[in-house]
Nanobody
């Protein structure tokens, strides 16, 4: 079992930055990948970015290309999402998830999820 805890969300103005963290604990697998998703009330969960444990395989949504960067710190067992040039459209609850397979955009392929952290971007 893997436990994931997100942190770093908050309220920022458009154009600002936030750095989200996802700390993992419990049993992990060497082949696991990590992903970030976001979800607004009444909406489907949306893929943001993902990477494998080595960092050699990454994927990202077009909507965040050039603005968001996913990274990981293996000694700390933590994955990050650096969000720059934030837009009001980025307002969502952000979730991290682990996947025993490889990098994928599909939420149903992830095995464990955090509880989410709120990001609100004001104009």
């Amino acid at each position: 079992q893997v436990q994931l805890v997100e942190s770093g969300g908050g309220l920022v103005q458009a154009g600002g930055s936030l750095r989200l963290s996802c700390a993992a604990s419990g049993r992990t697998f060497s082949t696991s990948a990590m992903g970030w998703f976001r979800q607004a009330p009444g909406k489907q969960r949306e893929f943001v970015e993902a990477l494998n444990w080595s960092g050699g395989d990454k994927d990202y949504a077009d909507s965040v290309s050039g603005r968001f960067t996913i990274s990981r710190d293996n000694p700390k067992n933590t994955v990050y999402l650096q969000m720059n040039s934030l837009k009001t459209e980025d307002t969502d609850v952000y979730y991290c998830a682990s996947n025993r397979g490889g990098v994928t955009r599909w939420a149903e392929e992830y095995d464990y999820w955090g509880q989410g952290t709120q990001v609100a971007v004001s104009s």
